[in-house]
């Protein structure tokens, strides 16, 4: 069964930076689209960057110019590199594949961010 394996979560304090990497495996098609998306508590899941196979990019207003995303085609994998982290940045992560009408998440990894 295909599986999005995430990691990179973890705990920095305001100003730093985190990669986050996701890895589709079980499956040898190739994502239409990957991306990112985020949940904080009490609010709703939220899109924060997202990628298509030729590489065009689209990030939310809040994470421009702050995060980066990017994709191997090759190793069906998608990355997300966090710089100036804020603490309004803290959710659990999640991993988004998509294919057609297929659609894979992630199990999700914790992002935190102190003052």
């Known amino acids: 069964q295909v599986r999005l394996a995430e990691s990179g979560g973890g705990l920095v304090q305001t100003g730093g930076s985190l990669r986050l990497s996701c890895a589709a495996s079980?499956?040898?098609?190739?994502?239409?689209?990957m991306g990112w998306y985020r949940q904080a508590p009490g609010k709703q899941r939220e899109l924060v960057a997202v990628?298509?196979?030729?590489?065009?990019?689209n990030y939310a207003d809040s994470v421009k110019g702050r995060f980066t995303i990017s994709r191997d085609n090759a190793e069906n994998s998608v990355h997300l590199q966090m710089d100036s982290l804020k603490p309004e940045d803290t959710a659990v992560y999640y991993c988004?594949?998509?294919?057609?009408?297929?659609?894979?998440w992630g199990q999700g990894t914790q992002v935190t961010v102190s003052s």
């Open positions: 079980g499956t040898t098609c190739r994502y239409n689209v």
């Open positions: 990628i298509s196979v030729g590489g065009s990019a």
């Open positions: 988004n594949a998509r294919l057609g009408h297929a659609e894979v």
